[in-house]
């Protein structure tokens, strides 16, 4: 499935390919933090199918509960 969006402030644009039958809801405390409510929605991107059409994305890295690395992507100026 095709999707596309951006940031709140209009400066990050992107689109996507992803698998709609691997869209996913979280509960752990990152996504909670992440997503500022009780779980988190992820989709996963088809490889190589997500462009920037628009901006520069900040990138922030942590260590998960789960002890992976997380790579976090936003805009520097909204923060979305």
């Known amino acids: ?47 190589g199918a997500f462009k920037l059409l628009t901006g520069e994305l900040r990138t922030f890295e942590k260590i998960a509960e789960s002890r992976r690395i997380r790579r976090l992507s936003f805009c520097a100026d909204c923060g979305t």
Do not use: P, S
């Open 1 to 47: 499935m095709k999707v596309d969006g951006g940031c709140l402030c209009g400066k990050i644009t992107y689109e996507a390919e992803i698998d709609d039958e691997r869209v996913a809801i979280c509960h752990c405390r990152d996504c909670q933090v992440n997503a500022g409510t009780a779980f988190g929605l992820a989709a996963n991107v088809t490889d």
